[in-house]
Structure formats: structure tokens, C-alpha cells
């Protein structure tokens, strides 16, 4: 237990200290977001990229268990293959998210590198292979085990990369799910969840303090898809078979308002002749903007939709039919 709170401590440090010197290099070289249509809510340039400072708090005490050994550090060293991969996978993705916040990238880039991230996550075993039977038993999914995998992966990604459209949401909702899962794979004794999670939660709750509104610096695709694709793999990278049950089922229902609004922005860009990929202003963020509530109000209400949902439905988690 003292090796999380250490690593969630150290995370938090991290990114206190990392993030203004994030904010001070955007500024110094222009990485801004520069609000130039009605679709941008803020009104002055917010510097991006606020996803580097938490991946670097995110990492320094997983790279720390490295150096230090111990009971926690030696789980990692056991399971080094799936730890490399999901390292890899985490690079890639954030390597994009980097790109697309300075240079720019299409929805092509996007997807081609996200789903070589998640085959990257699929060859190493992070993977879905079991379907829950309800009278009893399981299936394994064979050659479904790749999509399924995939969809998972890649739609949880770019869930939490769409709902990023508000000061602190795409962060806070993640803190919370990070949270809860922490606490679920406590009970369950899965190590890694719990260490992947406490550096996680630190890292976030230090940058909400700099990305709650008003906003100093935005998380960026680097952070948004980062967020994503880590909440996305953990929750299927377990060695207990209980955990994993309950770690899937919380991202869906802690991302279940993105996941609805990908869904519907999706179905909603097709049926007006639009590429799904192109941006509107009709999320559900937006349209609580426009119902009336403040900005802060509006991020706040969709916490407490998130927390709500996970609490509520939590003892609920032994239903769930996917296993890896």
C-alpha cells in the first residue's frame, strides 16, 4: 500500500513542478490554441500540450520502481513483455497526440497509428479472449479477439479525445475512473492495476489544479488520447479474471456519456452527409453551454453524471460477461 501512495505522491509532485514549464515553453514557441471559429469556448490563446507534463509525471515513479526494487517492482519485472508493449503502445499514441497538437494530422494518421498501437497491446496478450457465457462457462473468441480488442481500444481513445472540449472534463473524468478502478483492484489484490492507477490519479489531480476552469493550459491530443488509450488497456490487462470483469465494466460506465456522444456524433455527421471525423458543436457539453449552465457548472454536472454512474452500478460488476 506505501509503494502506491508513494507513486501517486510523486506523480502529483511531477506534475505540479512539470507544468508550468509546459505552459512557459508553449508560450515561448507558440504551441497556443488559438480560437479562430464559434466551435472554441475559450476566448484567449491557451497553450496545448498539457499532455507531456502528465505522461512525465505519469512515468517517473513506474520508471522509479525500475531502479528501486521491491515487492510491486518485482510484478513488473514478471510481467516485463506486457509492460514494454503497453509502454510502446503509450509511446505511439502519444507520439501522435504530440504531432497533431503542433503540426496537424488527418483522421487517417490518426487511426493507422492508433490501431498499431492497440496490435502492438493485442500481440503482447493485452487482449479480450474469453466471452462470458450467462448460464455458466465462457467462449473464447478466436479471430474476434483482435476487432473486439481493437474497438475497444481504439473507441475509448478517441471517446475521451471528443469529450476534451471543456476546461478540466476529459482530466476530471478520469481522475474518477482512475480512482474507482484503484479501489476495485485493491480488493482484488491486482497489483498493476493498482500501481498503473495511483501514478495515474496523481498526475491528473496535479494538472487539474493548472486545467480547471479558467484553464491555463489545455491537455491536447497528447493528453486526451493519452488518458484513453491507459484507462482503455488497463482495464484489460489484469492476471485476475474477477478484476477484469470489474475493470471493463467501469470505463464504460465512467465513459458512458463520451462513449453515447462519439456514438451519436458519429451517427449524427453521416446522416448530414458530413465526414464522422469532422468537428461540430453539438456535444453534450455544448449543449449543457447551451441550456444555459456556466462553464464550470456544465463540467461539473458531467463529474457528477460520471461518479454517479460508477458508484451506483459498482456492485453491479460481476455481470460482466468479458473476460481476457
Not at 63 to 70: D, P, Q, R, T
Not at 240 to 253: E, F, H, Q, S, V
Not at 295 to 319: D, E, F, G, I, K
Request: net charge positive; with cysteine.
Amino acid at each position: 500500500m506505501t509503494t502506491y501512495f508513494v507513486a501517486a505522491g510523486l506523480a502529483l509532485l511531477v506534475s505540479l513542478f512539470a507544468t508550468p514549464v509546459v505552459i512557459a515553453a508553449a508560450h515561448h514557441y507558440g504551441w497556443l490554441d488559438v480560437p479562430r471559429d464559434a466551435r472554441k469556448i475559450h476566448r484567449r490563446p491557451v497553450p496545448r500540450l498539457g499532455g507531456i507534463s502528465v505522461v512525465l509525471a505519469f512515468m517517473t515513479p513506474l520508471l522509479g520502481l525500475g531502479v528501486y526494487y521491491n515487492g510491486v517492482s518485482e510484478v513488473l519485472y514478471a510481467d516485463g513483455a506486457k509492460v514494454a508493449a503497453f509502454f510502446l503502445g503509450c509511446s505511439l499514441i502519444v507520439g501522435l497526440g504530440i504531432w497533431d497538437d503542433v503540426k496537424g494530422a488527418d483522421a487517417k494518421l490518426k487511426l493507422a497509428v492508433q490501431s498499431l498501437a492497440a496490435a502492438v497491446l493485442w500481440v503482447a496478450g493485452i487482449r479480450i479472449e474469453l466471452l462470458g457465457v450467462p448460464l455458466g462457462g465462457s467462449l473464447e473468441l478466436a479471430w474476434i479477439s483482435f476487432p473486439l480488442t481493437w474497438l475497444w481500444l481504439v473507441g475509448v481513445t478517441n471517446a475521451l479525445n471528443l469529450i476534451d472540449g471543456l476546461d478540466g472534463l476529459a482530466a476530471g473524468v478520469s481522475l474518477i475512473a482512475s480512482v474507482v478502478l484503484f479501489t476495485v483492484a485493491l480488493n482484488d489484490h491486482a497489483v498493476l492495476m493498482c500501481l498503473v492507477m495511483a501514478c495515474l490519479a496523481g498526475a491528473l489531480l496535479g494538472f487539474l489544479y493548472f486545467n480547471f476552469n479558467p484553464a491555463r493550459i489545455f491537455l491536447g491530443d497528447s493528453g486526451s488520447m493519452f488518458l484513453g488509450f491507459v484507462l482503455a488497456a488497463v482495464s484489460i490487462w489484469t492476471h485476475r479474471k474477477g478484476a477484469t470483469a470489474a475493470a471493463l465494466l467501469i470505463p464504460i460506465m465512467a465513459l458512458g456519456l463520451p462513449l453515447l456522444d462519439t456514438t451519436l456524433a458519429f451517427v449524427r455527421r453521416v446522416l448530414k452527409k458530413m465526414s464522422p471525423f469532422d468537428a461540430d458543436r453539438e456535444h453534450v457539453h455544448h449543449r449543457l453551454l447551451d441550456l444555459g449552465l456556466s462553464h464550470r457548472n456544465a463540467v461539473l454536472t458531467l463529474y457528477t453524471a460520471s461518479a454517479s454512474s460508477l458508484w451506483l452500478r459498482l456492485p453491479c460488476w460481476r455481470m460482466m460477461p468479458f473476460t481476457v
